[in-house]
């Protein structure tokens, strides 16, 4: 049996009847057809498919649509100008932060509420911080290396970490 | 990974939740942060045929200072511990604890009450609260009852929990501020579930300690003999034979290798409240 939902995705208001058991990543993928969310592993272990609800990440994968139902939704489309997220891609761009880019999508939704939260970043904080999501190409050098220089850039990474005085 | 159909349910009220829970039975679940229901229903690990939503239950997501103790609604996100969000009762322990297991987007989400109530074996509220001598708060169709921490779990995912029981939430009495703690979890990577992982919590002022072993293949074990000797005065580092002695009179057949691991965290975590 079909149960109502309605979200608030990217600012737009979505009503839909779905059966209980739809997950939130089959929800915006399926029936919004948003497909920047990835789903990977479907059991909350690979981050893929990781997006903000309320502001903070969660795993759509392993969240029911109905059991959120009211909540505000932002996926990676919904993020597309806003000035963080803007730093964090064009550093994936720079430094290398992907190759396939299959787990990009949850890389930066994961890095982009790191860098809200937090202002003390290093290296190994970051690796801390990032090991829910998983990615199989770049082993991960190049990802720590974007999200650190996008750190820098707005002041969320550790002073001792940055090499060139600051003007 | 598509879970089996099943119906839903989102009651408003305890009442009504304890009401659908007892008339479902077994085959009715009760859905807090899902961050464990939902992937063990996407693998189609765990049966149901009704989850029951219990996060619009208002009464679970209370947070109180009691005084001498902190309630913490079952509802209570993880990251509100990490992030210092509730009151404190732990001299810090509870918020250690939080910011080491999982993932961020899965902290969000998951909740106290429900990491508990599941009682996965390796998973590391449990041992937090009972080496706290936490209470916990359940509602029933008899009514309110309280089961302390260290009686609620009968074995793994096995808990005192009666048919249409729900625990409320959990309520943590205050330590001293001459009480100290320490933490030593082994995992194979950072999130995972504990290969092993002790926590020491001890008083010497007030002459009380507790030390508990998770991820013991079974309900977290107390060691009841390691604390009187903390007590005493013993030095951790010297106790480990004993240590390793008290888990064999567990009889829960540890392998060598697995003895070797938890008497290293027990040692560790102990060796970290007393020094």
Partial sequence: ?167 | MKPAPFSYVRPASLEEAVRVLAAGGGAARPLAGGQSLVPMLNLRLAPAEQVVDLTRIEALRRVEDRGTSVFYGALTPHAAFEDGKVPDASNGLMRHVAERFAFRAVRNRGTIGGAIALADPAADWLPTVIALGARLHVAGPEGERIIPAEEFVLGPYFTALGEGEILVGVEVPKLAASARWGYSKVTTKVGEYAESMAIAVVDRARRSARIVLGAADGAPIVLADLAARLLDGARPEDLAAAIRAELVASERDFAPAKLVMHTTTIVRAARDAVS
């Avoid at chain 1, 272990?45 to 909540?71: F, H, K, M, Q």
Wanted: charged letters at 25%; aromatic letters at 2%; glycine letters at 10%.
């Fill in chain 1, 1 to 167: 049996m079909k149960v109502p939902v309605s979200l608030t995705v990217n600012g737009e208001r979505v009503a839909a009847e779905i059966e209980p058991r739809t997950h939130l990543g089959d929800f915006l993928r399926d029936h919004l057809r948003l497909t920047a969310t990835h789903l990977g592993c479907e059991h909350g272990v690979c981050g893929a498919c990781t997006v903000l609800v309320n502001g903070e990440p969660v795993r759509a994968c392993i969240t029911l649509a109905v059991s959120i139902d009211g909540a505000e939704v932002k996926t990676l489309e919904g993020l597309q100008g806003e000035a963080l997220m803007e730093t964090l891609k064009a550093a994936f761009h720079e430094k290398h932060g992907l190759q396939c880019g299959f787990c990009t999508p949850g890389m930066l939704i994961s890095a982009w509420d790191l860098l809200k939260r937090r202002r003390d970043l290093d290296e190994r904080a970051v690796r801390v911080a990032m090991s829910g999501n998983l990615c199989r190409c770049t082993g991960y050098q190049g990802i720590v290396r974007s999200i650190m220089a996008a750190a820098e850039k707005v002041g969320a990474a550790a002073p001792s970490t940055i090499k060139e005085p600051l003007r």
